[in-house]
């Protein structure tokens, strides 16, 4: 099946469609890897002779784009992310770090927030000002990220729902995702946040690894850890580029036993050098890590643990921070619980296979030659160079 067959597989609730809804996936599509930032910005480009070939017909307008994605099936659109994936299963373009486990990483990100406009799917929160208690509404969402060697992908995204907690749809999302994706991943990797009892258990029987980071949210445990880890000589000691890491390792903790499995603790105390840009004077700085998970001496090594730790990171600097600066998710393409999800789902899915594309489609002196904004610039250019006559009236 092509790209576009399965573009055009989505469906949505409509009756007596006018438009079709191939028709919208495909603008949005565009819209996300042209990274043109907003509905009105996509409807700018409507002279553009391009959506004659791609769509077969004009451009809908900006308000039937936003309508028809808060009608559009999210089943279909994670279907796409799930031929995404497949495909590049079946390539072997997904290959697992060294230490050979496939780590999914979930984390919860807040999309939208206003003071004056809300919804049905809005959570709420009280603000304590100068001027008085404010009562805010924003939109958070959970998100799930497979982390490969080289080339990792967004998986999933599940919203937070209006008086749940990020765990609860950290759930629904894990859940779907084994049932979706069931041997994607090994371990399911997570802030301080999940480092609790049911979430443990809950990965536990359902035949996965968890790991977390440990932080005063276990005081049991950290406390026995640190006075376990000041007497005990350092498990590894490396050189990790410009860190070096003292790492410290211990499967033998009592200290939770409401988990069913067996936990351990590793801790990784890291020290690198800075020269300050004021002074020119070089600085040591250190940081202490310590995660807590179920993955046993035998299935992962220390490194391997302190790896998957950091590992965390991806989801915030490759997965959110690239989203929201680069390809504009955090826009509030229309204010509306089902088409905010809908046009997240997109913005990973086409994340996912710029991503792709550049990391295994253009080769090595390519992509030494140009960054990726480059060529994110240059698909907004094959819209922009097609533009005949002057740009629509504004709707």
């Known amino acids: ?37 907003s509905l009105n910005a996509l409807e700018q480009t409507k002279p553009s002779r391009f959506w004659l070939r791609w769509l077969g017909e004009t451009m809908p307008s900006a308000d ?28 072997k373009a ?39 208690d404010v009562l805010e509404y924003y939109h958070r969402h959970v998100a799930l990220r497979l982390v490969g060697q080289d080339l990792s992908l967004m998986l999933d995204a599940e919203p937070v729902r ?3 907690d990020e765990l609860a749809a950290a759930r629904r999302l894990v859940e779907r995702a084994l049932e979706v994706y069931p041997r994607a991943f090994d371990v399911v990797a997570g802030d301080a946040l999940y480092a609790n009892t049911d979430w443990f258990n809950f990965l536990t029987e359902r035949g996965k690894h968890a790991l977390a980071v440990l932080k005063n949210n276990r005081p049991n445990l950290i406390d026995d ?9 350092a498990h590894v000691d490396v050189d990790c580029g410009k860190r070096r890491r003292r790492c410290w390792d211990c499967d033998t903790f009592t200290s939770w036993p ?59 600097n490759q997965g959110f921070n690239e989203l929201v600066n680069r390809w504009h998710s955090n826009h509030v393409f229309r204010h ?22 550049y990391c295994r489609n253009l080769k090595p002196e390519v992509r030494r030659a140009v ?20 740009p629509p009236a504004p709707t």
């Not at 576009?4 to 007596?16: P, T, Y």
């Not at 850890?225 to 000589?233: E, T, Y």
């Open 1 to 37: 099946m092509r790209w576009e067959d399965r573009l055009d597989a989505v469906s949505d609730d409509r009756r007596r469609p006018q438009i079709a809804t191939s028709v919208i996936v495909r603008a949005v599509v565009v819209m996300f890897l042209g990274r043109l930032g």
């Open 64 to 91: 039937s784009v936003g309508r028809i994605c808060s009608l559009m099936d999210v089943g279909g659109v994670r279907g796409v992310h799930h031929d995404v994936y497949t495909r590049l299963k079946r390539m």
């Open 94 to 132: 997904l290959v697992p770090p060294k230490h050979g486990l496939m780590l999914a990483v979930v984390d919860g990100h807040e999309s939208t927030a206003s003071r004056k406009r809300c919804c049905s799917g809005c959570c709420q929160r009280t603000l304590h000002t100068t001027q008085g």
């Open 162 to 164: 209006p008086g749940e």
């Open 225 to 233: 850890a640190r006075s376990l880890f000041g007497i005990l000589p």
């Open 258 to 316: 409401a988990v069913s499995a067996q936990v351990r603790v590793v801790r990784s105390l890291e020290t690198w050098t800075v020269r300050r840009q004021l002074d020119r004077q070089e600085e040591e700085l250190t940081s202490d890590w310590m995660w807590v998970t179920t993955l046993s001496a035998l299935q992962a090594s220390t490194q391997a643990v302190v790896d998957m730790g950091h590992e965390r990171w991806s989801i915030e």
């Open 336 to 357: 509306h619980p089902a088409a905010i999800l809908i046009f997240i789902l997109f913005a990973m899915l086409c994340l996912n296979v710029f991503m792709a594309f």
């Open 371 to 390: 960054t990726m904004l480059h060529v994110g610039k240059l698909i907004a250019a094959e819209l922009y160079t097609e533009i005949r006559g002057p």
